[in-house]
């Protein structure tokens, strides 16, 4: 039973990141049989600075190792390491309706943020399909907002199979509804792309700066609230806070009697214990870049390993050999 997921570096991750798709994938290394991988690819869509395209991969490494992923349990690589994945984006895009494509959201509310359209942005359903397939894959954990992906790569790898014959593993995909979709500072997704997030990592008076400044009502500290359970830090508060306190922090909110500025107080506070060991690992891992490029490349052996397998029964299936 195989779980593989990615995550792009077209920035600095965050807590959605985190509880959406790191924690899932971390505590399902228990199991075994784990593929995690740094969609270095998908990232030239939106990101045109080779520089900042290096220094976000090798960020994301330090993130995920630092966070628990341990590389004796995962398979962990670099997504372009394993260039079999654009071949087979190629096999499987020859057979994937336009009309799939255009349906996409993660399409459509890229480009209406203002992304131009370009192939990749298009095409980038079909490298994600290619990413999950190459490596017989069971089981993907992602976000809500990955869903309609993980629908597309089903669509692709029964068509595949059909036209040529039982080739692909039909994946499945994971999200927990708890925390499918992390809200962000200004209620919306969290997102890289919208600039609302808390990251997991970073200078401690910058964070607490941005929790400190999320955008309440007017309503005075006596007031009750009806609507605790809408508010932001409550929301994120039940993520990072044990229940019992969450709980009680949303009923003081409630009843009234709690300020705004309290409850960003303990916003912060539980979550910068939540990452504090993540956070001494990810300083001790900086100290060492040469471990971390071996643990990428040793991965990179592993995961082709299984790539070349998949890619051989592909193309010998479509005739190419
Ligand atoms: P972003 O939206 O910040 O660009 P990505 O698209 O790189 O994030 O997402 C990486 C992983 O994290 C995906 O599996 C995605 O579903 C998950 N994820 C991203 N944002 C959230 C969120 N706000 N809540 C839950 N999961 C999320
Ligand atoms: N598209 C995913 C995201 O933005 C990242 C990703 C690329 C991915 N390839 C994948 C996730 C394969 C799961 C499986 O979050």
Same mark, same amino acid.
């Given at each position: 039973?195989?779980?593989?997921?990615?995550?792009?570096?077209?920035?600095?991750?965050? *807590?959605?990141?985190?509880?959406?798709?790191?924690?899932?994938?971390?505590?399902?290394?228990?199991?075994?049989?784990?593929?995690?991988?740094?969609?270095?690819?998908?990232?030239?869509?939106?990101?045109?600075?080779?520089?900042?395209?290096?220094?976000?991969?090798?960020?994301?490494?330090?993130?995920?190792?630092?966070?628990?992923?341990?590389?004796?349990?995962?398979?962990?690589?670099?997504?372009?390491? !394993?260039?079999? !994945?654009?071949?087979? +984006?190629?096999?499987?895009?020859?057979?994937?309706?336009?009309?799939?494509?255009?349906?996409?959201?993660?399409?459509?509310?890229?480009?209406?943020?203002?992304?131009?359209?370009?192939?990749? #942005?298009?095409?980038?359903?079909?490298?994600?399909?290619?990413?999950?397939?190459?490596?017989?894959?069971?089981?993907?954990?992602?976000?809500?907002?990955?869903?309609?992906?993980?629908?597309?790569? =089903?669509?692709?790898?029964?068509?595949?199979?059909?036209?040529?014959?039982?080739?692909?593993?039909?994946?499945?995909?994971?999200?927990?509804?708890?925390?499918?979709?992390?809200?962000?500072?200004?209620?919306?997704?969290?997102?890289?792309?919208?600039?609302?997030?808390?990251?997991?990592? @970073?200078?401690?008076?910058?964070?607490?700066?941005? *929790?400190? @400044?999320?955008?309440?009502?007017?309503?005075?500290?006596?007031?009750?609230?009806?609507?605790?359970?809408?508010?932001?830090?409550?929301?994120?508060?039940?993520?990072?806070?044990?229940?019992?306190?969450?709980?009680?922090?949303?009923? =003081?909110?409630?009843?009234?009697?709690?300020?705004?500025?309290? #409850?960003?107080?303990?916003?912060?506070?539980?979550?910068? +214990?939540?990452?504090?060991?993540? =956070? +001494?690992? =990810?300083?001790?891992?900086?100290?060492?870049?040469?471990?971390?490029?071996?643990?990428?490349?040793?991965?990179?052996?592993?995961?082709?390993? !299984?790539?070349?397998?998949? *890619?051989?029964?592909?193309?010998?299936?479509?005739?190419? !050999?």
């Amino acid at each position: 039973m195989r779980t593989l997921t990615g995550i792009t570096p077209s920035g600095t991750l965050h *807590i959605g990141n985190y509880f959406g798709a790191m924690r899932p994938a971390i505590e399902a290394q228990v199991k075994g049989d784990c593929f995690y991988f740094i969609a270095d690819y998908h990232s030239m869509t939106s990101l045109f600075d080779p520089v900042e395209r290096r220094k976000n991969t090798y960020g994301i490494a330090l993130d995920w190792l630092a966070c628990g992923l341990d590389p004796k349990k995962s398979v962990f690589w670099k997504q372009s390491d !394993v260039p079999e !994945v654009c071949e087979l +984006t190629w096999l499987i895009g020859s057979l994937t309706p336009m009309g799939l494509l255009e349906r996409a959201h993660g399409y459509k509310d890229k480009t209406a943020k203002g992304l131009s359209p370009n192939f990749g #942005l298009f095409s980038y359903p079909i490298l994600m399909a290619a990413d999950i397939l190459l490596y017989d894959t069971h089981v993907v954990p992602v976000g809500q907002d990955q869903k309609q992906h993980l629908e597309m790569t =089903r669509d692709i790898a029964i068509k595949f199979n059909q036209t040529y014959g039982d080739t692909f593993i039909v994946p499945e995909p994971r999200i927990r509804e708890d925390v499918a979709v992390v809200p962000g500072l200004d209620g919306q997704k969290m997102s890289k792309s919208y600039g609302n997030t808390i990251d997991i990592f @970073g200078d401690e008076k910058a964070l607490k700066k941005r *929790i400190m @400044g999320i955008v309440m009502d007017s309503r005075l500290p006596a007031d009750p609230k009806p609507d605790a359970d809408k508010n932001i830090a409550i929301q994120l508060l039940k993520l990072l806070a044990p229940k019992e306190v969450a709980v009680d922090f949303e009923n =003081r909110l409630r009843e009234g009697g709690l300020g705004y500025g309290d #409850l960003k107080k303990a916003l912060f506070e539980y979550y910068w +214990t939540t990452f504090a060991d993540a =956070r +001494t690992k =990810r300083t001790e891992l900086a100290a060492q870049p040469d471990y971390v490029e071996a643990v990428l490349k040793e991965g990179a052996v592993k995961a082709r390993d !299984v790539a070349s397998d998949v *890619i051989k029964r592909a193309r010998k299936a479509c005739g190419i !050999v």
